[in-house]
């Protein structure tokens, strides 16, 4: 065995980054909107399952009255996927949007750390706390 070593002095090191001159966004959650930040952020409203709840109810209606099994109920639980796979792709375009532009413009942002899926249950915001998709923003961020 063999083993080499060499010595680097560590008064470089010692010295942290310079935060002064940074720009630092602050990210909170916020139930109506997604988030609420620091600094202004244009965002556009975001809300996908909400906007086509109405479609995907009456797609769910109609499988729900077809006969297992057959063709018919095939064919429309495509359609309910397609709808379900709609609102999945608005929401995870949005927030790559938004998470790039803020990768972007800001040398560093602090996330406010909430756990997602505790929230939802446990508070009956269900619906509303999964359609933000905080926890997928902050992941993406």
């Known amino acids: 065995a063999s083993l080499l070593y060499e010595g680097y002095s560590c008064e470089n090191q010692a010295a942290g980054p310079d935060y002064s001159t940074a720009k630092i966004l602050g990210i909170d959650y916020a139930m109506q909107g997604m988030a609420v930040f620091s600094e202004k952020v244009e965002t556009e409203e975001a809300g996908f399952f909400r906007k086509n709840e109405k479609r995907l109810a ?15 109920y095939e ?48 508070l009956h915001f269900g619906k509303s706390v999964q359609d933000n998709g905080y926890g997928m923003f902050r992941e993406m961020l």
Do not use: F, T
């Open 58 to 72: 009456r797609e769910q209606r109609k499988l729900s009255r077809c006969v297992r099994e057959s063709h018919n």
């Open 75 to 122: 064919l429309q639980k495509k359609k309910v996927a397609r709808c379900h796979e709609k609102i999945r792709n608005q929401r995870r375009d949005h927030l790559h949007k938004l998470s790039r532009k803020i990768a972007d413009g800001y040398d560093a942002a602090a996330v406010e750390d909430i756990d997602m899926k505790a929230m939802g249950q446990c």
